[in-house]
């Protein structure tokens, strides 16, 4: 209060402008108002400021960069120089800032230029400040330059190397660089370790992520929302929902990014009632969610296939002044595919405000594919093709769904339009962390030094499915070949060559984490081919499905048990207790799977053993009798399969949590 009273003295008026002609004054009201979030007082302060020096001109620029005036930051570094003023060197790091926000390359280039010629390069923090610039730019090249031309670095310099190198996906040389620092005994801050754990996720370097997470323990960084955000998306990315779930608890003051980020975790792993919860909490903290909350929140709803819920959401934002963008409404019309609801989703289309993009139309080509309608996808990538240049995913996608109606001419056709127009698709990769290295795969790949032992393996675990009663989904593989190369073609697949890799060369009690796009029922397995607990991903699912051998019986009843009844996935939870004041409706294949479940384990819980195998014999295939319109012969013994395995052998057991468990495809 005694601060504002005195702000209010020193405002210019007619009787007190001998008090205000003070430099040193001005200064430091300026930067009051600006800490106050007050940057148009600090404009009145200095426009009635009569002698303006270097100081005060400093003051009003970082006013301007601080507050999220970026251009009006430049305006004021390029009047400064025209009324010959000379800078110092506070004022370079506001203004290239600013030139950061924006993304103005060009105007940092000169920024920088000019502080070689004046000298003021060598300073460190203008140093950093130039480094920083670049990276947020983009211009990785550059900023290297101006590190390594650095005579002192300090925390910000690197910070901002590291986060350059974690923003264009450059792992490696963030890890390498963040190696240097310490090794160099650098005292690095929150948001250094907040781009180190970032890359531990993106790389899905878990056990790396959890020496870093000691070490934020170690150095009083734990409490920090730029490192709990980064520990919450790295524990998602690697498959670990509960470690997410404990970095976001042990944060006592969470800022919109913490908040965004187990938002994505949750709707990663369609923790779909979770998600809601977390908008709900949000709320009653006064804390306003953002477009990016409400996308994540659509995201949810889309791979739960909550077609109302995602209504209503998509609705709200207008109530918060939200106005919906391209990726909202490609949210909604992947919501809509994905449930079927295609025309539906071409009015939303035909609704929007602003013009249809890439992404948009994409959305409806995945709906198109997943339901065969080749007709609307052709539309839809017509459109795309409009918008001039695309990527390669676009002619994938339709692609793909010419191949899956058996339409194989017109898939190679979209798939030469991919050649002719010099689109390049890049490769996917699968990898997988052992011995203190990322190995990566690619489909077919021959190159690694163990590829004999892992295509050995491969072949070992597919004849031994195809045995069991196994059919690979092909319908994806492109052309008119036998069934044999068909099966080739998803045998080789390059997650499952990680997996076979870790099954080879990891020790047993190491839990392998991967992504399959294969289909449920080649989990169901009675045998003891693996001794790793596996954790697979389906339709960007991730769930622990094989429990390794050394289980007793009981123990893995137990476990079945207490994994569909304890709310370990809440579509899970509201579709199989029948709860009335859930809106959630399952779909029929998610209902019956989850029917099967109940059966199954009411039955475990009540006959003796010697009655088990006679049960699953007779009462189950009636079950799947009575249910026969509802499902595939197919997909009837894929369940069947599934779940007799559980109950025989009591070694091995697969749980769905999916919107879409026995219909999965390849992931890409």
């Known amino acids: 209060m005694l601060v504002k009273y ?52 400093s003051s009003i620029i970082s006013s301007f960069a601080q507050n999220e005036l970026p251009c009006l930051a430049i305006v004021f570094f390029r009047r400064m120089l025209h009324l010959g003023v000379r800078p110092d060197d506070r004022i370079f790091p506001s203004a290239t800032k600013a030139c950061a926000v924006l993304s103005r390359c060009d105007i940092g280039r000169s920024l920088h230029c000019f502080a070689l010629k004046t000298g003021f390069d060598v300073d460190v923090f203008v140093g950093s400040s130039v480094v920083d610039m670049y990276a947020k730019c983009g211009d990785i090249r550059d900023a290297r330059k101006a590190f390594d031309g650095m005579p002192d670095r300090n925390v910000v310099s690197w910070s901002g190397m590291i986060y350059g190198y974690t923003q264009l996906g450059e792992d490696e040389e963030a890890l390498t660089l963040f190696k240097q620092a310490l090794w160099e005994d650098l005292d690095v801050n929150d948001f250094t370790f907040s781009s180190v754990v970032w890359v531990c996720g993106n790389s899905r370097l878990l056990e790396l992520g959890k020496q870093i997470h000691g070490l934020c323990l170690k150095m009083s960084y ?9 520990l919450v998306s790295m524990s998602s990315k690697c498959g670990v929902i509960e470690g997410a779930y404990q970095a976001f608890d042990e944060i006592p003051v969470k800022n919109l990014g913490m908040w965004r980020a187990m938002l994505i975790a949750c709707a990663r792993h369609t923790h779909t009632n979770k998600t809601f919860d977390l908008f709900k909490q949000m709320e009653s903290v006064w804390m306003k969610p953002n477009f990016i909350t409400f996308l994540c929140v659509l995201y949810a709803c889309s791979h739960a296939g909550l077609v ?3 209504q209503h959401y998509f609705q709200l934002m207008k109530v918060y002044g939200i106005e919906p963008t391209d990726q909202h409404y ?22 929007m405000h602003i013009k249809p993009t890439e992404s948009v139309w994409g959305a409806l080509l995945t709906g198109c594919r997943i339901h065969g309608d080749t007709e609307l996808a052709a539309y839809a990538a017509d459109r795309v093709f409009e918008l001039g240049p695309v990527s390669s995913g676009m002619h994938v996608l339709l692609s793909n769904a010419y191949a899956a109606a058996g339409r194989y001419e017109e898939a190679a056709k979209a798939r030469k339009m991919l050649r002719d127009r010099g689109v390049k698709k890049e490769t996917g990769l699968s990898w997988i962390e052992g011995g203190n290295r990322v190995h990566k795969f690619a489909a077919g ?52 060559l990680a ?9 047993p009690e190491r839990t392998l984490r991967g992504c399959l796009g294969i289909s449920s029922r080649i989990q169901a397995r009675g045998r003891d081919s693996f001794l790793h607990p596996v954790v697979l991903k389906i339709r960007n699912t991730i769930e622990t499905v094989l429990l390794w051998p050394s289980f007793d019986g009981d123990e893995v009843l137990s476990y079945v048990i207490h994994q569909l009844t304890h709310d370990k996935n809440e579509v899970v939870w509201s579709a199989k ?15 019956f799977v989850l029917c099967m479940a109940n059966v199954l384990i009411s039955a475990c819980r009540k006959i003796p053993d010697s009655c088990k195998k006679p049960f699953a014999w007779e009462i189950l295939p009636r079950f799947i009798q009575s249910q026969e319109v509802m499902m595939e012969s197919e997909h009837r013994a894929a369940c069947l399969q599934v779940f007799f395995s559980a109950v025989y052998h009591l070694k091995s057991i697969i749980l769905h949590y999916t919107s879409d468990p026995l219909k999965v495809s390849e992931i890409s």
């Open 6 to 57: 005195f702000a209010s003295y020193s405002m210019p008026t007619s009787s007190n402008q001998d008090f205000y002609q003070s430099p040193l004054i001005s200064h430091h009201l300026i930067n009051f108002y600006s800490k106050s979030q007050q940057p148009l007082h600090s404009l009145q302060i200095f426009e009635e400021t009569p002698i303006k020096s270097s100081t005060t001109w």
């Open 222 to 230: 734990d409490s920090s929302s730029f490192v709990g955000s980064s």
């Open 308 to 310: 109302e819920e995602g």
């Open 330 to 351: 490609a949210s909604m019309v992947d919501l809509l595919g994905r449930a079927g609801k295609l025309q539906v989703a071409v009015s939303v289309i035909n609704e």
């Open 445 to 496: 790949d021959r190159s690694h030094a163990k590829s004999r032992e892992i295509y050995r393996k491969l072949e070992e675990l597919g004849d031994e499915m195809e045995r069991a009663g196994y059919v690979a989904d092909t319908s994806f593989v492109l052309g008119e070949v036998d069934s044999d190369e068909k099966n080739q073609a998803i045998r080789y697949h390059s997650e499952r």
């Open 499 to 507: 997996i076979a890799f870790g099954l080879i060369a990891l020790p």
């Open 577 to 591: 207790m029948g709860n009335e004041d859930c809106t959630y409706e399952a779909s029929i294949s998610t209902s």
